[in-house]
């Protein structure tokens, strides 16, 4: 019998009564998968992502497990729709205690999106980064964001002016880089939260490779046939084992007040050197709003 992803986690004894999640890219993998589990627990559930069917259906389940939900659509290469998404949020809950920065893809196609930013990058990184920025002022005073990176972040780094470029275009760099704009995301995010004395916290985390989410395919078909294979394989990830990755950061007691950090599955990992620039991260985070055309969020002194 599989164990479901709260159990995985070593939270399934945790009353979620009066906690409300956002789950971004919930509608299907792993953020479905931990968006009923945090439902299963009590949470009231934002679900988000592009699919009204499989959103309706997510909610039903929800609702079912007494779970109050509703389902947000946004495409998140639309700067408007992410401004609607948090919009919705602010005014359907009182605050928000989690927010699972989960929604993104790989995509084979290279494409400028209208704000003339790398598809990927936009996706992967700008989005959550503005959701995160409209969410500061509605986050509940003990918060916690988590943000799915991985660890296709290793073995790159980030030219901040190659992001308005599609020139000899990879998908997987593309994905790569925006993966490393994660982690720096969230540590950028974790310091400057530190730096106000607040108590929200901020991790990242690497959910393990997993054939049955949904990922593989956008891999080139080699790739995608092989993972495939995959599911075969003990050891191989589960959606499961991924979702259990994303609660436990979400509500583990064994967790709180940790922040700044990179997860691999449920264990902290030192993410790449890169990642860890102090300054890398600073660049990052105010050329990110340049590109969305905003005031920097928590501006440092």
Do not use: C
């Not at 039903?60 to 946004?74: I, M, N, P, Q, Y």
């Not at 005073?141 to 901040?160: F, K, N, Q």
């Amino acid at each position: 019998m599989t164990h479901p992803p709260e159990k995985r986690a070593g939270v399934e004894e945790t009353d979620l009564t009066g906690t409300t999640a956002l789950v971004t890219g919930s509608t299907s993998g792993i953020g479905r998968g931990a968006a009923l589990a945090l439902g299963r627990l009590g949470a009231d559930v934002v679900v988000h992502g592009r699919d009204d069917a499989a959103g309706a259906e997510l909610v039903d389940e929800l609702t079912a497990s007494g779970s109050d939900a509703r389902f947000v659509r946004a495409d998140f290469s639309d700067v408007g729709a992410v401004r609607g998404l948090a919009d919705e949020v602010r005014a359907e809950t009182d605050e928000l205690d989690l927010l699972v920065n989960n929604a993104g893809g790989f995509f084979r196609e290279a494409r400028l999106t209208g704000l003339g930013v790398e598809y990927t990058f936009h996706v992967n990184h700008l989005s959550p980064y503005l959701l995160t920025a409209e969410l500061l002022d509605h986050l509940a005073p003990e918060a916690r964001v988590v943000t799915t990176a991985s660890d296709a972040h290793r073995g790159v780094t980030l030219d901040l002016d190659s992001v308005a470029s599609i020139e000899d275009y990879s998908g997987w760099t593309a994905y790569q880089r925006s993966k490393l704009a994660n982690v720096q995301f969230a540590f950028e995010l974790a310091k400057r939260l530190s730096d106000r004395d607040s108590k929200v916290t901020s991790n990242a985390l690497h959910p393990g490779a997993i054939p049955g989410s949904g990922f593989t395919r956008f891999l080139p078909t080699p790739l995608s046939q092989g993972a495939k294979l995959l599911n075969a394989v003990p050891g191989v990830t589960s959606v499961t084992d991924g979702a259990a990755a994303l609660v436990y950061l979400a509500i583990s007691d064994r967790v709180d007040g940790v922040s700044g950090r990179y997860f691999s599955k449920q264990r902290p990992a030192t993410p790449s050197q890169a990642a860890r620039y102090p300054e890398a991260q600073r660049r990052l985070w105010q050329r990110s709003a340049e590109l969305l055309g905003i005031d920097e969020p928590l501006t440092v002194d």
